[in-house]
């Protein structure tokens, strides 16, 4: 397909897998509101990124996929998730003509080998970026929205246990955002960070969510504690990334 579709006030179509989740659904919301086409496709309105059902329907026509699916799991079986969906999703928008493809991984992603699921997001950027069409791929730091279950993991009746791993929280609707704005510009082929303005020590971050709550069991400090326990040094931060607005007691409030 030619770039043109990419000319400033042209109306561009947008199929957005996973896109009645938590990103998805603002991605989606946004694209439209910006005067474009986007639809939301899952398992719920019929396409499955894993047997391949309904995949070629939902790509027939876009100028753009936004593939936001995302594991069931976070373990050793999430590497065979990406290859499969990227495998599917990649060959129906070859077939389709589609011009842009844009994923949404992680900041520091391979920097931690140590976990299965971000040998898994890695292997996902490896299988777009060697692919046939132009791509984008948007890194974003932790969500705001998944620090309740960073506590639960490693947490008990009496105290919450967290390693003081570097955290630089963003909040969804900055990241659907950002993602959108990707979207619908000329293809990378490469990496934008996008990132939270502050970065906290986990445990300072848990203490904060757990006071906003009028929690007040205390957090130990523990490097061994939970997924983050194997992440080294602050290679899930990166203050040079495109800073959002939002600031964590801002979202909390």
Do not use: C
Not at 124 to 141: D, M
Not at 153 to 171: E, F, G, N, Y
């Amino acid at each position: 397909m030619s770039q043109t579709y990419l000319d400033e006030g042209r109306v561009m179509k947008f199929a957005v897998m996973g896109g009645t989740g938590l990103i998805g659904s603002q991605v989606v919301k946004n694209l439209n509101a910006a005067g474009h086409e986007a639809v939301p496709h899952s398992q719920s309105t019929g396409v499955d990124v894993i047997s391949g059902q309904g995949v070629d329907e939902a790509v027939a026509g876009a100028d753009v996929v936004v593939n936001l699916t995302n594991s069931p799991t976070f373990d050793e079986a999430s590497p065979a998730f990406f290859q499969t969906s990227m495998d599917n999703l990649l060959a129906a928008a070859q077939k389709a003509g589609v011009g842009h493809f844009v994923i949404l991984s992680i900041v520091g992603v391979d920097q931690v080998p140590e976990l299965d699921y971000y040998r898994a997001k890695t292997l996902q950027e490896e299988i777009l970026a060697a692919g046939p069409i132009p791509y984008s791929i948007v890194r974003a730091t932790q969500f705001m929205e998944f620090m309740e279950s960073v506590l639960s993991w490693t947490a008990d009746s009496d105290t919450v246990r967290l390693p003081a791993t570097p955290i630089q929280p963003i909040a969804a609707k900055d990241v659907a955002a950002a993602v959108a704005e990707v979207a619908a510009g000329t293809p990378l082929r490469g990496i934008r960070n996008i990132a939270g303005p502050e970065i906290f020590p986990l445990d300072e971050l848990g203490r904060i969510t757990l006071s906003h709550k009028g929690d007040d069991r205390p957090v130990v400090i523990d490097p061994t504690a939970g997924m983050f326990a194997a992440v080294k040094g602050d290679v899930l931060t990166d203050m040079d990334a495109h800073l959002a607005a939002t600031r964590y007691a801002d979202w909390l409030s």
